[in-house]
């Protein structure tokens, strides 16, 4: 059973920067998909971003230009650069994976980590 665990959330100024990690475990062979999500309470939660096997990355239109998405396949991580924070965008943010091909916008992935807390302060 594979296993996400993030890190790297805390607080940063509006504007600012932030470097999550997400490092996996416990599986036998690498996902095919890896991506980032985030949920406001209240609200579905979000795709932020995904990259699959390939590398190919792919993002939401409101990050697009802000976050850059990568993978250390050495090092079994995911790696989710963000700038120019918004206070908006203050909630957690998940690691998720699959061995099959999926999509940002279907939140329906097999493996979740426990989420990391991403706050931006005005």
């Known amino acids: 059973q594979m296993q996400l665990v993030e890190s790297g959330g805390g607080s940063v100024q509006t504007g600012g920067s932030m470097n999550l990690s997400c490092t996996a475990s416990?599986?036998?062979?690498?996902?095919?998909?890896m991506a980032w999500f985030r949920q406001v309470p209240g609200k579905e939660r979000e795709g932020v971003a995904s990259?699959?096997?390939?590398?190919?990355?792919y993002y939401a239109t409101s990050v697009e230009g802000r976050f850059t998405i990568s993978k250390d396949s050495a090092k079994n991580t995911l790696l989710l650069e963000m700038n120019s924070l918004k206070p908006a965008e203050t909630t957690i943010y998940y690691c998720?994976?699959?061995?099959?091909?999926?999509?940002?916008?279907?939140?329906?992935?097999?493996?979740w980590g426990r989420g990391t807390q991403v706050t931006v302060s005005s």
């Open positions: 990259v699959h096997s390939d590398g190919s990355p």
């Open positions: 998720a994976a699959d061995y099959i091909q999926k999509q940002l916008y279907d939140p329906n992935w097999r493996f």
């Open positions: 416990g599986y036998s062979s690498a996902p095919y998909c």
